[in-house]
């Protein structure tokens, strides 16, 4: 029997996330930073995610091997169970939507039920104000980058409100990429085929991290990601240490108890 290409039997697969990081340019940004009104998650008596969920990650255009590096162990940081994620360098995949040219990233499903795939763009090439910030100034606000490590610490190690972060693993897009991965994989789990967990219209629904936006530490605010960790060397900004001592910056979810703003560290 002839054996089917790898897409189409992880795409036939029930509950299988496929990632899609994406390497180019798009066209400019079309929206600025949203600001949605307080966290307030609803469920819609649908299907979420859970249990062991196989991986599988395409990469499309110029990838360097440190890039691929970062996101998959950040993949890996999340669970052990995800070890036998599948790297396709490539491999015939699905045409990126429309919507990723305007935005940092999308998720969505092939069917109900079935495959759940999550689409991230060059977050330094594509509204990298929106996409890579903090790593990046943001669309609408002007803070700079103060040069030195020490420049950008504020009162005990914590990021300053008017300066731009440096990236913990050496490039914005890259790690803003991560940023928008997380926020999307968590809207992938809690609200993969459209009748989970979310805030608003279900045509444009606000999720559990999108319900947070802009929110890294404590006390954040439009344009300050809030008091994140800075390393003392490197002036990077982090709130999590992951797989191989990376360190990444990952967004607030919302909290399903108390429906506050969940603060990752």
Request: hydrophobic fraction near 40%; aromatic fraction near 10%.
């Amino acid at each position: 029997m002839e054996a089917k290409p790898r897409f189409h039997l992880v795409a036939e697969a029930a509950a299988v996330v496929v990632v899609v990081v994406m390497g180019w340019s798009a066209r400019p940004c079309e929206a600025s930073l949203y600001q949605p009104p307080p966290p307030a998650m609803a469920y819609h008596d649908g299907a979420v995610l859970e249990g062991a969920v196989p991986v599988s990650v395409l990469y499309y255009g110029a990838f360097p091997p440190h890039h691929r590096a970062v996101v998959a162990d950040f993949l890996m940081s999340l669970s052990p169970r995800w070890r036998d994620q599948r790297h396709s360098f490539g491999a015939p995949g699905p045409a990126p939507p429309p919507t990723v040219a305007s935005a940092c990233g999308v998720h969505g499903s092939s069917a109900p039920g079935g495959a759940v795939h999550v689409w991230v763009g060059d977050a330094s090439a594509q509204c990298p104000g929106r996409c890579a910030w903090p790593f990046h100034a943001a669309d609408g606000f002007a803070y700079g980058d103060a040069g030195s490590a020490s420049a950008r610490r504020g009162d005990h190690g914590h990021a300053r409100a008017d300066v731009a972060l440096r990236a913990p693993n050496g490039d914005a897009g890259v790690d803003g990429m991560v940023i928008n991965l997380a926020a999307l994989m968590a809207g992938a789990v809690t609200n993969p085929y459209g009748r989970g967990y979310f805030q608003g219209d279900a045509a444009a629904p606000v999720e559990v991290a999108g319900a947070c936006p802009g929110v890294y530490g404590r006390g954040a605010y439009p344009g300050y990601p809030g008091a994140v960790r800075v390393d003392a060397a490197t002036g990077a900004g982090y709130n999590v240490v992951g797989r191989n001592g990376r360190r990444y910056l990952v967004p607030a979810l919302v909290d399903p108890d108390n429906y506050s703003c969940l603060i990752m560290t």
